[in-house]
């Protein structure tokens, strides 16, 4: 299993634990592939609302994972490498 593949492993939990509003913008968009205009259809949101909706959730999880995690990227940004900064991490 890659790092990437692990780290993935850990976001499901930490969407989990995101205000609602921000589980369903990522779940919908992520895991649904809802456009974000279907988002901000669905949620009755102008489409700069459903934009900053997920920006705010992916900033969320992104300072979550490097709350839990120290990652090691490559030029292109993609994780080569990830160690945990603490060993009762709830989300790894």
């Given at each position: 299993?890659?790092?990437?593949?692990?780290?993935?492993?850990?976001?499901?939990?930490?969407?989990?634990?995101?205000?609602?509003k921000?589980?369903?913008?990522?779940?919908?968009?992520?895991?649904?592939?809802?456009?974000?205009?279907?988002?901000?259809?669905?949620?009755?949101?102008?489409?700069?609302?459903?934009?900053?909706?997920?920006?705010?959730?992916r900033?969320?999880?992104?300072?979550?994972?490097?709350?839990?995690?120290?990652?090691?990227?490559?030029?292109?940004?993609?994780?080569?490498?990830?160690?945990?900064?603490?060993?009762?991490?709830?989300?790894?």
């Amino acid at each position: 299993m890659t790092a990437n593949d692990e780290i993935a492993q850990c976001l499901r939990p930490m969407i989990s634990h995101l205000p609602e509003k921000y589980k369903q913008a990522i779940i919908l968009t992520e895991f649904q592939n809802l456009t974000q205009k279907e988002l901000s259809e669905r949620m009755g949101l102008s489409v700069s609302g459903a934009k900053s909706r997920i920006q705010r959730a992916r900033l969320k999880l992104k300072e979550m994972l490097l709350g839990c995690c120290h990652l090691e990227f490559d030029h292109r940004g993609n994780v080569i490498d990830y160690q945990h900064k603490c060993s009762d991490c709830k989300f790894c």
